[in-house]
């Protein structure tokens, strides 16, 4: 099992530019989530997923999009990128059915704009 | 809202010496879960231990146990012949039973000194 995937792992951007960073997960977890990282403070949640096709918004949501086609996938979209949105970003998933349950981080983006 | 606080933004030990890191919360729920990540130099985030909010009892983990004062809030880590590999940042933790959502403290360094 390759885990939790996320590509890039360093991206740097213009304002004003969109991407989307990828993540996928090998493990069959209905639970995905996406936080952002910044220095001095705790994770945040920006989007979850419980299932294909169900998203719902975190504490962070404003200037992210997400979708959820496949158990596998959950892209996180930056629609037109600040530099508010400067951060180290972690893709998670886990087994629904209890919050006790592990969730397992991918390895992060680093992403600047510029 | 629920928080969590880490009131430590860094410690340091000896190696093979004991360490205890501190983590307090707030909350009206009930039936919830905490939770130790450790986070290397890598960016990997790793669980270490949690907790189930009902169970008196207090979870470990080979070197890693916990002291859980439920009255109290309060949620430690304390880490026992402590390793060079230790050497992270250590995050506590929060989920409420029914919802997935991780609320994360800021952070404790722990540093360990040769």
């Known amino acids: 099992n390759a885990g939790v995937t996320q590509t890039p792992k360093f991206q740097v951007l213009k304002t004003g530019q969109s991407m989307t960073l990828q993540c996928a997960q090998d493990?069959?977890?209905?639970?995905m989530s996406w936080y952002r990282q910044d220095p001095g403070m705790g994770l945040r949640l920006i989007h979850y997923?419980?299932?294909?096709?169900?998203?719902d918004q975190g504490e962070v949501p404003n200037g992210y999009n997400v979708s959820r086609s496949t158990t596998e996938d959950f892209p996180l979209r930056l629609l037109s990128a600040a530099p508010s949105q400067t951060s180290v970003y972690f893709c998670?998933?886990?087994?629904?059915?209890?919050?006790?349950?592990?969730?397992?981080f991918g390895p992060g983006t680093r992403l600047t704009v510029l | 809202a629920q928080t969590v606080t880490q009131s430590q933004p860094e410690m340091s030990v000896q190696e093979a010496e004991t360490v205890t890191l501190s983590c307090t919360y707030d909350?009206?729920?009930?039936?919830?879960?905490l939770f130790w990540y450790k986070q290397p130099p890598s960016r990997q985030m790793i669980l270490v231990i949690r907790?189930?909010?009902?169970k008196q009892q207090n979870a470990t983990e080979n070197r890693f146990s916990v002291n859980f004062q439920k009255a109290a809030k309060s949620f430690s880590l304390k880490i026992s012949d402590s390793q060079l590999g230790d050497a992270a940042m250590y995050f506590c933790?929060?989920?409420?039973?029914?919802?997935?959502?991780?609320?994360w403290g800021a952070g404790t360094k722990l540093i360990i000194k040769p």
């Open positions: 907790q189930e909010a009902y």
């Open positions: 493990m069959n977890h209905e639970y």
């Open positions: 998670a998933s886990s087994f629904s059915g209890s919050s006790y349950n592990e969730q397992f």
């Open positions: 997923s419980v299932g294909a096709g169900i998203t």
């Open positions: 909350t009206s729920e009930s039936d919830y879960y």
């Open positions: 933790a929060y989920s409420r039973g029914s919802n997935y959502q991780l609320i």
